[in-house]
């Protein structure tokens, strides 16, 4: 975990997300919270992580997403040296995306 974040005012805002029971709740807070431009990145962010784990190249990253080879990259390293946050929620949701 980056020391850097690690808060008092991370931790509320991270009890805050905690709370919320549906997506609904989500949709509530997070268009409260975000602009509209922030909840879009953050999204994107995600689902470049996402196509990235299924081995999809950068230029059909780019060509889907609308996100720049940095923003890829970017995600890209937290997936290969980051904290494993994102492969911690897509084992979580996995089984829910197969339900549908």
Same mark, same amino acid.
């Given at each position: 975990?980056?020391?850097?974040?690690?808060? #008092? +005012? !991370?931790?509320?805002? %991270?009890?805050?997300?905690? =709370?919320?029971?549906?997506?609904? #709740? @989500?949709? =509530?807070? %997070?268009?409260? /919270? @975000? *602009?509209?431009?922030?909840?879009? =990145? /953050?999204?994107?962010? %995600?689902? !470049? +992580? +996402?196509?990235?784990?299924?081995?999809? *190249?950068?230029? &059909? $990253?780019? &060509?889907?997403?609308?996100?720049?080879? +940095? *923003? $890829?990259?970017? !995600?890209?390293? =937290?997936?290969?040296?980051?904290?494993?946050?994102?492969?911690? !929620? %897509? #084992?979580?949701? #996995?089984?829910?995306?197969? &339900?549908?």
């Amino acid at each position: 975990m980056n020391k850097k974040i690690k808060t #008092e +005012a !991370v931790d509320y805002l %991270f009890d805050a997300v905690l =709370s919320l029971k549906d997506k609904e #709740e @989500c949709y =509530s807070f %997070f268009e409260d /919270l @975000c *602009t509209v431009n922030e909840l879009l =990145s /953050l999204s994107q962010r %995600f689902e !470049v +992580a +996402a196509m990235l784990r299924d081995h999809k *190249t950068y230029l &059909e $990253i780019a &060509e889907k997403t609308g996100a720049s080879t +940095a *923003t $890829i990259s970017r !995600v890209n390293r =937290s997936l290969n040296y980051g904290n494993d946050g994102y492969e911690l !929620v %897509f #084992e979580r949701i #996995e089984p829910l995306k197969n &339900e549908k």
